[in-house]
Structure formats: C-alpha cells, structure tokens
C-alpha cells in the first residue's frame, strides 16, 4: 500500500507534464530555437516553486522520517567546469532525443515507445556514472 501513493503521484506528475505540453517534442523544439517562451515560463516557475520550497524547509527547520533536519551541504564551485561538461552534456542529450528525463516514462505512456530506449540509455548512463565514480575527480 505505501508504494500505491507514490504511483499516484507519478501519474498526477505525468498527467501534468502531458497536459502542459512539457513533453511535446515541438514545444521542446521551440525552446532550442528561442521560438516561444512556454517551456522557459514553465522551467522558471518550477525554478522558483522549488526556491521557495527550499526557503520554507529550511526556515521551518522541517526533519526527516528519522528527526535528522533537512539540510543542503554547501556546494563549493572550484572552477565549474563540471557543471559546465555535465549541463552541456544534458543539453546535447535533451536536445537529441527531445525529451529530459523526468517525461521519458510519461512520454511512454502518453504512447511513444521509442522514448523506452531512451529510459534504457538514462539508466545506463546512470550505472556506468556510479561505477566510474570513484575513479573521477570531485
């Protein structure tokens, strides 16, 4: 029964995603080419929602199942360039496959099933970062 209101809230999610048209190839297209502002407008309230969210957290010193309180560590930038390999390494993977990857399964559903090797090259991507992890530098 837990998982069951996780299930719920991915469907509530992916009926959400489905019906702003986050995950219309077309609408992703047009924020590549600086056509329309839809998907900007949606990336930047998300942006805030979650700045917000964070700023409550954090001044309501909310804590876990477990009574530890909800922190963020702080981030040290160094010189970036991760961020810069990493976020350009999602662009060029958004950009070509139309999709980032919190639509891919709704996309699934919404009846693309190309988009399922997309999920299957997220995941290896995923393990091979897990398994190469120790081995790159932070």
Known sequence: MGLFAYFVIGGA???VLLESEVISW???????RFEAFHMFGIIGSAVLVAGASLEIV???EIRDAEGVPLRLPPKTLGRGIRYVVGGALFGVGWALTGACPGPLV????????VMVVAIASALAGTWMYGYLRPRLPH
């Open 13 to 15: 999610f992916g009926a």
């Open 26 to 32: 077309f609408r992703i297209q047009e924020m590549f």
């Open 58 to 60: 954090k001044r309501l």
């Open 106 to 113: 709704a996309l699934v559903g919404a009846g693309v099933p």
